[in-house]
């Protein structure tokens, strides 16, 4: 394999490029018209513009991205997260070009894309699933006599849905007929794919996942846990390794179970398998995603696999180069998504231009982006900035560092996550590690950030009075000292 193309953007098409480079692979880009000027087409070996900035006029046209490997030679494909990663009819076409993905083959995306087919799959290997359905339901009235035998609350989900998309939460009977009708609705206009099925509802679950890697010869590892609870309305924040609750006992059948479900699908690359852990610390799989994922950094730090070498080693024939014990968690990752949105004003999304765009340094952090001062967030894309990841000792460490680098990043011109994040780490919850997925939910009103920012302001004005007692010999000095101090604050504001 001596030249991949990179089928995305932003700091995935980044983050893929540099190892490429590392192992001595040359890069293709593709870029969209919005994207002419973008990190990832200086990066890259060569670039090719594949069409105007919608997505589905560039990103997400198969054709497109094929006749660019034609036109570049590249050999083989990456297509990072999003767009086309997922799409089964598009790891065909690759194959039929007599290009390689890097990726699962056509069939085990297809039969992951399909949650009842998943837990269909997974069902092979005694893996712990919610009680439900294991079929789609048609008939309103079988659907309720089902329900009532596997308990209220019931979730009603989209068997094509994923990420919490098309999922309807069901108190009681006499709401049944009504929310079932919905969800079907629903699910025909977001997927063409009407079928819905139930499960009992898992009240406060915390989200966690596996990740897993396959080779082409049937050898399977995990890569132990990620935890994903703190999320807003199925858009994750903040994502940890491990996860501050799992035993080791209770690591090592989950893990066994990630493998198993991969197994059951003959998975080849990077994988997710997706399982909900509940009060009792009984585990359950919900989905398989069938891609490199967004916070896969925070596997890499703790682990010291490079997760990018492996999928491209992996699509050359190459077998694993280590076994499951040879594998060891060390430390703790912390991984924060920033967004350009306004967390004072419900998350709206932020655009504009990065007037000042300085990252934070330093000993145990990692910054993967795709963007430099200067430049403008095009409106068409997800709105991630960032991911500002920290690597510690423990876990307090990784959240000390992650305030500390919070603190130091410096962005001006748009509003970001970034003082939400500082939110999360300091809040009492998320430091004892008690919390599940209505972390954001229960805990969170934009008071809790200016609340935040008065107590510094407090803080910082007591200090200036303190300081003005104490040096009445030079009350000039310390005058201005205390201005010093609020302008400070001021400018911490938005950091
Ligand atoms: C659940 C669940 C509770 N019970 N299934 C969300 C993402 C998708 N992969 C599946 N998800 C869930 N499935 C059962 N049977 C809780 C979630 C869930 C969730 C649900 C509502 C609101 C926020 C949530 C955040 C994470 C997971």
Not at 47 to 63: D, E, F, H, R, T
Not at 77 to 82: E, K, L, T, V
Request: hydrophobic share 40%; glycine share 8%.
């Amino acid at each position: 394999m001596n030249k991949i193309l990179i089928a995305n953007r932003g700091e995935i098409a980044l983050r893929i490029m540099r190892s490429a480079k590392e192992m001595g692979i040359k890069t293709v880009a593709v870029f969209s018209e919005a994207d002419r000027n973008a990190l990832h087409v200086r990066y890259a070996d060569e670039a090719v513009c594949i069409g105007s900035a919608p997505s589905n006029q560039s990103y997400l046209v198969g054709s497109k991205i094929i006749n660019a490997c034609r036109l570049t030679g590249a050999e083989a494909i990456h297509p990072g997260y999003g767009f086309l990663s997922e799409n089964p009819t598009f790891a065909q076409e690759v194959k039929d070009a007599g290009l390689i993905l890097i990726g699962p083959t056509p069939e085990a995306m297809e039969v992951m894309g399909n949650k009842l087919s998943a837990k269909a799959a997974a069902m092979k290997y005694n893996i712990p699933m919610v009680p439900g359905t294991e079929e789609a339901i048609t008939n309103v009235e079988e659907a309720k006599t089902r329900a009532i035998e596997v308990g209220f609350p019931i979730l009603i989900k989209a068997a094509a849905g994923g990420g919490g998309k098309g999922m309807r939460i069901v108190e009681k009977v006499a709401d049944f007929e009504e929310q079932m009708q919905l969800a079907v609705s629903e699910a025909t206009s977001a997927f063409g794919d009407g079928s819905v099925f139930i499960e009992r509802y898992v009240t406060s679950p915390r989200h966690i996942e596996i990740q897993v890697l396959g080779d082409t010869y049937g050898n399977i590892v995990h890569l132990f846990e990620r935890e994903c609870s703190v999320q807003r309305r199925h858009q994750k924040v903040v994502e940890e390794a491990p996860s501050s609750v799992l035993t080791p006992e209770i690591r090592e059948k989950m893990g066994k179970c990630a493998v198993d479900v991969a197994r059951s699908v003959s998975y080849v690359g990077a994988g997710t398998v997706e399982f909900i852990l509940d009060e009792n610390l009984d585990f359950f799989f919900l989905e398989m995603n069938t891609r490199l994922q967004v916070e896969h950094p925070v596997t890499e730090m703790i682990t010291g696999l490079d997760l990018v070498k492996e999928q491209i080693k992996i699509a050359r024939g190459e077998v694993l180069s280590f076994k499951q014990e040879d594998l060891t968690i060390s430390g703790h990752a912390m991984e924060l998504r920033v967004y350009a949105e306004d967390p004072l004003n419900n998350f709206l999304p932020d655009i504009g231009t990065l007037q000042t765009y300085q990252t934070p340094k330093g000993y145990g952090v990692r910054v993967d982006d795709g963007f430099e001062q200067g430049m403008e967030i095009p409106i068409y894309y997800d709105p991630m900035i960032a991911k500002l990841i920290t690597y510690g000792k423990d876990r307090t460490e990784a959240i000390e560092r992650m305030i500390r680098a919070i603190e130091e990043y410096d962005i001006t011109g748009i509003q970001t996550t970034l003082n939400f994040g500082k939110f999360v780490m300091q809040h009492p919850a998320f430091v004892s590690g008690k919390f599940d997925t209505h972390f954001v939910g229960k805990y969170f009103t934009p008071d809790s950030l200016k609340t935040a920012n008065e107590q510094e302001a407090m803080i910082a004005a007591i200090a200036a009075v303190l300081l003005l007692q104490n040096q009445k010999s030079s009350v000039q000095q310390s005058a201005s000292a205390a201005t010093q101090k609020s302008n400070w604050v001021q400018n911490r504001r938005n950091v």
